[in-house]
């Protein structure tokens, strides 16, 4: 029986270890739900989706602003999101609030490494270049804009000779 | 109609941003995700490509709902443009567009550039910069980091980590030498 737990017990860390790198949930619903239940992330999305292109936050011109500091509406947005996000997320630890399915609401951080040093700036590189971040390319081909199709792919390339060569550079 | 006469201007800062910070808890309380994008480009690779990478095995279907939001982005992209359209071309500082136009940059009636964005410079040495490699950057700079400006910016600056803020730092850092010394070089192209 011991020996079967400490087993379950390994394979969770390593879980943990290839999650906390990433935006992916640590933890794991334990509740099995229909697939339908993912329509409320399809709302949100589309939500999403909606607030990008009317903030213009996806436009290559609003980013080109930014970085050569001729607006503020980029900081505007950005900087109330994050003291929006930062107050609820705030709340939600105080008052220990659970999910609408009555789950308790895990928000353990990703832990420092060179990589988001290296990645970040090689990001940065790309968000200029193409006036996008990852979320925009979504918004942009829903948009109409078919060529974002090839950054999109283009992207998904990146992340997989990121997979590929990911022992070999420094985190 | 006048309603969405009213609706179909761009949104301004304060009332966008707000709304987009509120992506975070509800996230949160619909089913304790955190909010990020670019783990999505991973799934896809992971569903469609895992080519036995280690980083690449895991159980991708876990985080469909990743897949599902980003599908809702793409959706939330047309609506805008069907319906929440005004059709005015984007107001950018003059200053900018002065810079612009010495590019050839004169076309403001989308959200990218239909000067450059578009398929036929696809096949000029600008337009592959541009799009291709800088699309490959943006796939590979935000998995190296661990997340994108949804991820690290928002969500992690929400959170209060310090992972998140050298992130941001960094993809800050990044744009400002891209847009300012290394992308007036390329467009004159």
Redesign the interface.
Known sequence: MSSIKTSTTTEQNTDFEVRSLDTMCINDSALQHPWWYNIKYLIAGILFGILLVKAEVVSWFRIQEMFRLQSFHMYGVIGSAVMVGAISVYIIKRFKIKTIHGEAIDLTGKKFNKGQIYGGLIFGFGWALTGACPGPLFALIGNGATVVIVVLLSSIAGTWVYGLVRDKLPH | MQFQQW?SQ??P??I???????????????????????????H??AAC?P?K?P??Q?NWK?????L??????????????TW?NNAQP?A??P??AKE?SGYGITN?S????VD????A??FTIKGF????????????????????????????????????L???????????????Y??PF?LTL
């Open positions: 609706i761009p949104w800062w304060y966008s941003g707000p709304l987009i910070g509120l992506m975070v808890p509800v996230l949160l309380l619909l089913g304790n995700k955190h909010f990020g994008i670019s783990s999505s480009l991973r896809i690779c490509l080519a990478i980083f690449f895991y876990k985080e469909i709902w990743n599902v939001f980003v599908t809702g982005v793409f959706l939330g992209g047309f609506i805008a443009a929440l984007v950018i500082n200053a900018l612009l403001y989308n959200l990218t550039p450059i964005f578009n398929w410079n696809l910069i541009i799009m291709v490699m800088g699309g490959f950057m943006v796939g590979f700079g935000t998995r190296y980091a661990g997340g994108c400006t949804s991820g690290h910016a928002i969500m992690g600056l929400s959170n209060l980590q310090l992972s998140s050298i992130a941001t730092i960094c993809f800050m850092a990044g744009g400002f030498v891209m847009a300012n290394i992308l390329i």
